[in-house]
């Protein structure tokens, strides 16, 4: 999977190439919505309603570019959407408090010198706690089910902002905004553990680049690969590029994955 959403491209047109699905649009029309109120101070984020903001930003994603098959299943996301940033309207919690944006296109640091390997990021909210000096992160989750309990979502995003600026991190959340007002807190990683963890996969992907052996390890394929190899077979839809000039891809509901076809802030 690495190899086919990463570093394939498609030899008629040089791109590479994405999957278009309900969820994933959902998660980036509401993610780029509530990351608009970070970079604005506090007495400003809620001049605006979240929901014309939502209006602008779906229409990036409407239609077949979005993955929609009908307008039927478009309006049920569209509905998902608009109700979900109708509570944060209500109920802003964190959002209406400081917050501390890292001065990066993409937050990232040097997670070991000696391989070589950099380990990056989008954090989705920085809560700036003024009496500790301290921050806070929180994750935000538009999904159905509640996230793993081994995910590496909030330790890389732990490591990350303790290399990337200078206040401590102490406390961690998820905030799943369809289903609830309140956070629910995540206890704080322990730093080295993760550290190592991530530095062996990195190292065998590493590995795998200079070796060009970036074949599935399931030999008969798996639910990670398969979207992206029917792709290849030639059944997806081309149905736009986005803009990072990646291919956008149509493909059969039954060929997601559940990662692929979930949503995550």
Not at 59 to 72: I, R
Not at 85 to 93: A, E, H, S, T, V
Not at 245 to 265: F, M, N, P, R
Request: net charge negative; hydrophobic share 35%; with cysteine.
């Amino acid at each position: 999977m690495y190899f086919l959403k990463n570093i394939y491209k498609d030899p008629k047109t040089g791109h590479k190439v994405q999957i278009a699905s309900p969820g994933l649009s959902l998660g980036h029309a509401v993610h780029e919505v509530v990351e608009s109120l970070s970079v604005l101070p506090v007495e400003k984020r809620f001049e605006q309603s979240l929901i014309d903001k939502f209006e602008a930003v779906w229409k990036k994603v409407t239609g077949k570019k979005g993955g929609f098959t009908s307008d039927e299943i478009e309006r049920e996301y569209k509905v998902r959407g608009i109700e979900m940033l109708g509570k944060i309207q209500k109920n802003p919690g964190p959002l209406s408090r400081l917050a501390v944006k890292i001065k990066m296109d993409l937050p990232h640091y040097w997670i070991s010198d000696d391989d070589n390997i950099i380990l990056c990021g989008k954090i989705d909210w920085l809560e700036y706690l003024k009496e500790s000096e301290s921050v806070h992160i929180i994750d935000f989750k538009s999904g159905k089910g509640d996230e793993k309990e081994d995910s590496w979502q909030l330790p890389i995003y732990f490591l990350i902002a303790t290399h990337t600026q200078s206040r401590p991190v102490v406390k961690t959340s998820y905030w799943y905004i369809e289903r609830n007002d309140e956070l629910t807190p995540v206890p704080l990683p322990d730093a080295q553990e993760y550290t190592d963890e991530i530095l062996k996969v990195a190292r065998k992907i590493k590995t795998a680049k200079a070796l060009n052996r970036l074949s599935c390890p399931q030999v008969t394929g798996c639910n990670f690969c398969r979207p992206y190899e029917s792709i290849l077979r030639g059944e997806g839809e081309l149905v736009g590029v986005d803009s990072y000039d990646k291919d956008v891809y149509l493909i059969g509901s039954e060929a997601l994955t559940q990662e692929e076809s979930s949503v995550v802030l």
